[in-house]
């Protein structure tokens, strides 16, 4: 079930949901605690996951490690 829309944001079961610019789904999910951050980034129409970690809970690491 989706809340939202991909084409701008939603939430899937609990993740984040998005369309990219070029027309692909993107499901995320990113949280962190004592000086750790986590990225988990899912692309299905291209078969790939990515997973980020980082020993770094700064104002901007969520945002770095999605730049990433």
């Not at 610019?21 to 605690?33: F, V, Y």
Request: aromatic share 10%.
């Amino acid at each position: 079930m989706i809340a939202g829309t991909l084409g701008n944001y939603g939430r899937a079961m609990n993740w984040n949901a998005a369309t990219t610019a070029e027309g692909e789904r993107k499901l995320w999910q990113s949280g962190g605690m004592y000086g750790m951050s986590i990225q988990l980034i899912l692309f299905p129409d291209r078969h790939q996951a990515y997973v980020l970690l980082a020993n770094d809970a700064c104002f901007t690491t969520q945002s770095d490690l999605e730049t990433i």
